[in-house]
């Protein structure tokens, strides 16, 4: 009974701790009169949070006060609008079953991660570690004497916060964390495409959970995180306008990927480059926002040289066996590897057939809408193509190398093309009941 409590109570400390600094009701000072709900104020809350709790890693902050302060500051800064949110709450049946539905998925999955502890192979081979040397208190200078020193070191940094600063101090609660970045993060692009119909939006969101759920995942990887912030870039994407102010935004939101995973440098330059260059916004404010953004990951590699000792990937960039490619037959025999195993991986993780099935209905069916949405496409293919780049060149056993990490960047980033599918499924409810009227 204790432990069910204690999810409970985790779960409320997210809903505090995220509901500061953004709400609905000082959004506008962001984001005019654009169109923002709860779990979109969430979104923007998390990533500012993991951006704070990044440079709280490098400062050596301890973990236990510095979550005292945060619960102290929500909860100063949110008795101004709690009788608002109590209002906004119950002023519609439909936003109250709304609320009540995210609640109840977030427990029901709270309690599938609860009775399913087991860390798998790569959580216990290293992102464990750097978690537990959060955990005690050991300084971040520490992780140079760990494996893989090298590894970005934010997800366990979150790990090990939520798992101290829980009531049981039982490790799963700190990965509850990446379950409820998951659930909001889905929340957030599908009530911004389905405002007004709650059912709707149950059965899509139910949908997209059990095409996107992976025990597995949850086992201490880092993906989740990944694939909930790439869920959280495409649903501000929409904000793009003439105000470079939202693309300054969109480069907060895309930080935290370099400091998850190796592979999330690559996805920072790969999903947030191509809207810096194809915005509309003039040359000369263009080119301060695209200096901003590479300013970052050069402070990345300065600050991992400096603390880690160490700045690099598993294998190096230039390595003997690329000049293996130069030979046809061996290129073309390991495109048609990877091709396989890639479809192996979509078929695994059945969003990417409906994110493929939506792009090519909505190329051949919809090209007034596919025109605004082209940006979608253009990163796919540089999505794809760099994800065979990564397999034409790794200097290891590539058909090893593919059995066990293809499917989990297949994944990564499959949540990013919700937008096409949500579009697509939207013109074609609305189409059915245009129908229907007419009859």
Known sequence: MIEIFSILFQLLVFIIIFSFPVNLFNKNLLFENHYLGISDCYCLNIIIHLNLFLICSFLNIDQRLYFYILIALSLFFNIFFIKKYIDYILSKKEILVNFTFFILITIALF??????????????????????????NMSIENIKNLRFPYYPHLGPYVWSFFWKNSILEYEYFGRLFYVFLYIVSIFSIVNYFFRNSNLNKFIIIFFIIILSFDRFLFSGYQGYLLFSILIIVSRFSFFLNKNFKYLLILIIIGHPLMWIKDEGLFYYFIFIFPFILMSPIDLRKKMFVLMLALILPIIQYYLQKYYMGVFGFQAEIINDSLKQNLNLKILFSKIFLISKFMIVSIIKYKLWIINLLSF??????????????????????INLSFL??????????????????LDRLVFHSSGFYLPIVLILLKKLLNTSYNSRSKT
Not at 360 to 381: G, Q, R
Not at 391 to 404: A, E, G, N, R
Request: aromatic letters at 24%.
């Open 360 to 381: 090519t209905i909505m190329f051949f069916f919809f090209k007034k809408i596919n025109i605004n949405l082209k940006i979608f496409y253009v990163i796919a293919f």
């Open 111 to 136: 309690g599938d991660l609860a009775s399913h502890l087991k860390l798998e192979w790569d959580a216990l081979s290293h992102w464990v570690w750097k978690t537990t040397n959060f955990y005690e």
């Open 388 to 405: 065979f780049a990564v397999y034409i060149h790794t200097p290891y056993d590539l058909k090893f190398l593919l059995t066990v990490t």
